[in-house]
C-alpha cells in the first residue's frame, strides 16, 4: 500500500490534489498535512512557539483546514491520516515526506509563471526539485 502525502491549505488546487489522490491511489494511506507558516508570524523571540497567542490562532487556522480535508475524504469514502506542522512550507514538505516514508507526494500548484512566480516563489516546484519521491502536481 503506498503512502501518500497531500500538502493542503483548502485552496482549489489543494482540494483538487486531494481528490485525485485518491483516484490516483485508491488504496493508498493518504496523509493530509498542513504546515502553519512561521513567516506569517511577527519576528519576536520564540514567536513560534505553540503558547504564542499568534501561534494558537494559526494553529486552530489549520485545524479547521484539517476538518475540511476529512470532510473531502468522507465524501469519498476514505479516511485520512492528518498532521500539523511549523515552518516553511516546502521544507515542511521534504522533511515530512522523507522523515515518514512517504512513497508519493500529490500536491496542487496556483500555476503561477513569471514575476507572480518569482515574488511568491512556488512551493510545488521546490518540492519537485528536491524530494526523496516521485511528485504529482495538479494544476
Known amino acids: 500500500m503506498a503512502r501518500v502525502l497531500v500538502p493542503f491549505d483548502d485552496s482549489e488546487p489543494a ?9 490516483l491511489f485508491p ?3 493518504v496523509t493530509v498535512l498542513v504546515v502553519v507558516d512561521t513567516a506569517s508570524l511577527p519576528f519576536i523571540p520564540n514567536a513560534a512557539d505553540e503558547s ?3 501561534t494558537r490562532d494559526l494553529l486552530s487556522d489549520a485545524a479547521d483546514l484539517l476538518e475540511t480535508a476529512e470532510s473531502i475524504a468522507a465524501d469519498r469514502g476514505v479516511d485520512v491520516e492528518t498532521r500539523t ?3 516553511t512550507p516546502a521544507q515542511e514538505v521534504l522533511e515530512y515526506a522523507e522523515g ?6 500529490v500536491m496542487g500548484s496556483h500555476g503561477r ?22 511528485v504529482t502536481v495538479v494544476r
Request: aromatic fraction near 4%; glycine fraction near 8%.
Open 15 to 23: 482540494r483538487d490534489a486531494l481528490r485525485y489522490a485518491f483516484d
Open 27 to 29: 488504496d493508498g494511506d
Open 52 to 54: 504564542s497567542d499568534e
Open 85 to 87: 506542522r511549523l515552518g
Open 100 to 105: 515518514e516514508a512517504i512513497d508519493h507526494v
Open 113 to 134: 509563471s513569471g514575476v507572480a512566480r518569482i515574488l511568491l516563489g512556488s512551493v510545488a516546484e521546490v518540492v519537485v526539485r528536491h524530494s526523496p519521491v516521485p
